[in-house]
Nanobody, 120 residues
Framework: QVQLQESGPGLVKPSQTLSLTCTVSSGSITTAGYYWSWIRQPPGKGLEWIGYIAYSGSSWYNPSLKSRTSISRDTSKNQFTLQLTSVTPEDTAVYYC????????????WGQGTQVTVSS
C-alpha cells in the first residue's frame, strides 16, 4: 500500500512562498504511469487541482496558478515538493498530495492533508 505524507509549515505570511513536501513510501515516484499531484481545498469550497510531476519528471500546472507554481522532485528521497509563490489569504487551504494512476485512470492514493493558513 503506497503511503503519502505531506510536511511543511502550517502558517505562511502574505507575499511569501509556500513550500510543502510529500514523502512517498512503499512505492517509487519513478514508477511508470504514475503522476504525483498536489490538490487543495479552501475552506467551504471544493477541491482544486494545482499540478503534477510525472514519473518521467515532466510537470503540468493549473493554468490559473501556473505563474506562481513549481513542482519538483528528489528521487533519492522519494519526495516531491510544491512551491507556491506570492501567497495571499486566498491560498489558505488544506493541501493534499495525491497519486494518479494511468492504469486505472483515477486518483488512487491520498495523503492525509495538511492545513496551510496564509496570514500576517
Amino acid at each position: 500500500q503506497v503511503q503519502l505524507q505531506e510536511s511543511g509549515p502550517g502558517l505562511v505570511k502574505p507575499s511569501q512562498t509556500l513550500s510543502l513536501t510529500c514523502t512517498v513510501s512503499s512505492g517509487s515516484i519513478t514508477t511508470a504511469g504514475y503522476y504525483w499531484s498536489w490538490i487543495r481545498q479552501p475552506p467551504g469550497k471544493g477541491l482544486e487541482w494545482i499540478g503534477y510531476i510525472a514519473y518521467s519528471g515532466s510537470s503540468w500546472y493549473n493554468p490559473s496558478l501556473k505563474s506562481r507554481t513549481s513542482i519538483s522532485r528528489d528521487t533519492s528521497k522519494n519526495q516531491f515538493t510544491l512551491q507556491l509563490t506570492s501567497v495571499t489569504p486566498e491560498d489558505t487551504a488544506v493541501y493534499y498530495c495525491v497519486s494518479w494512476s494511468a492504469l486505472i485512470r483515477a486518483y488512487n492514493y491520498w495523503g492525509q492533508g495538511t492545513q496551510v493558513t496564509v496570514s500576517s
